[in-house]
C-alpha cells in the first residue's frame, strides 16, 4: 500500500463542503460594505481577514508579494473606485522575505533554487519597511490613476504580536 501523505488540499476541500453547507450569504452586493480596499502580503501569517475581523462583502483586499504598490494593483484599484471605494490601507508586515534579500539575490537563488531565470523581474525588495510604507502610500496618493478624495493610510502589521500600527506619512 501507498503511504504517501495525503494531499492538503484535500482538507480545504472537505472545510469547503462543510462551510458551502452552512453558507448565507449568496445575496452580498458586488460593491464592499465598507468600501475599503486593503493591500497587503500574500505571505500566509498575514491574513487580513483574521487580524481585521473581515467578514465577506465588507472589504476588498488585494495580497502580492510584499504588499507593494504595482500596476496589477493599480488595475484593481481603478474597479474598486468605481465601485465607490475612496478608502485604502497598505499594509506591509514584520519578517517579510522582501525585507530580506536584494533583487540581485533573488535573481540568484531563483536561478539556484528553481533552475529558472527570472533576473527580468524586480521583485521590489526593500531595506526599511517603515520607508517601504511610505513609498507605496506616497506612490498612491500622486498616482494619476487615484482620485485625489481617496484616503490613503500605511500600516506594518507584526506577524510575532499581532498587533497591526499605522505608520505615520506627510
Ligand atoms: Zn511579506
Same mark, same amino acid.
Given at each position: 500500500?501507498?503511504?504517501?501523505? $495525503? !494531499?492538503?488540499? %484535500?482538507?480545504?476541500?472537505?472545510?469547503?463542503?462543510?462551510?458551502?453547507?452552512?453558507?448565507?450569504?449568496?445575496? @452580498?452586493?458586488? #460593491? $464592499?460594505?465598507?468600501?475599503?480596499?486593503? @493591500?497587503?502580503? +500574500?505571505?500566509?501569517?498575514?491574513?487580513? +481577514?483574521? *487580524? @481585521?475581523?473581515?467578514?465577506?462583502?465588507?472589504?476588498?483586499?488585494?495580497?502580492?508579494?510584499?504588499?507593494?504598490?504595482? !500596476?496589477?494593483?493599480?488595475?484593481?484599484?481603478?474597479? &474598486? =473606485?468605481? @465601485?465607490?471605494?475612496? #478608502?485604502?490601507?497598505?499594509?506591509?508586515?514584520?519578517?517579510?522575505?522582501?525585507?530580506?534579500?536584494?533583487? $540581485?539575490?533573488?535573481?540568484?537563488?531563483?536561478? %539556484?533554487?528553481?533552475?529558472?531565470? +527570472?533576473?527580468?523581474?524586480? *521583485?521590489?525588495?526593500? &531595506? !526599511?519597511?517603515e =520607508?517601504?510604507v511610505r513609498?507605496?502610500?506616497?506612490?498612491?496618493?500622486?498616482?494619476?490613476?487615484?482620485?485625489? !478624495?481617496?484616503?490613503?493610510t500605511g500600516?506594518?502589521?507584526?506577524?510575532? &504580536?499581532?498587533?497591526?500600527?499605522e505608520v505615520p506619512t506627510p
Amino acid at each position: 500500500m501507498s503511504s504517501d501523505p $495525503p !494531499d492538503p488540499v %484535500t482538507g480545504f476541500v472537505n472545510a469547503n463542503d462543510a462551510y458551502a453547507r452552512r453558507f448565507a450569504k449568496g445575496d @452580498l452586493p458586488m #460593491r $464592499p460594505k465598507t468600501g475599503v480596499t486593503l @493591500l497587503t502580503c +500574500a505571505d500566509s501569517r498575514v491574513d487580513p +481577514a483574521h *487580524f @481585521l475581523g473581515l467578514s465577506e462583502g465588507e472589504a476588498t483586499v488585494f495580497r502580492n508579494a510584499g504588499g507593494r504598490v504595482t !500596476d496589477d494593483f493599480l488595475r484593481m484599484l481603478l474597479i &474598486t =473606485q468605481m @465601485l465607490g471605494s475612496r #478608502r485604502v490601507m497598505v499594509i506591509h508586515h514584520t519578517d517579510c522575505g522582501l525585507n530580506r534579500f536584494s533583487n $540581485p539575490v533573488i535573481h540568484e537563488r531563483v536561478r %539556484t533554487e528553481l533552475g529558472l531565470d +527570472a533576473s527580468d523581474i524586480d *521583485f521590489l525588495p526593500y &531595506t !526599511d519597511v517603515e =520607508q517601504s510604507v511610505r513609498d507605496d502610500v506616497t506612490r498612491l496618493r500622486t498616482s494619476p490613476k487615484v482620485r485625489r !478624495d481617496v484616503l490613503v493610510t500605511g500600516h506594518i502589521y507584526d506577524v510575532r &504580536t499581532g498587533k497591526m500600527s499605522e505608520v505615520p506619512t506627510p
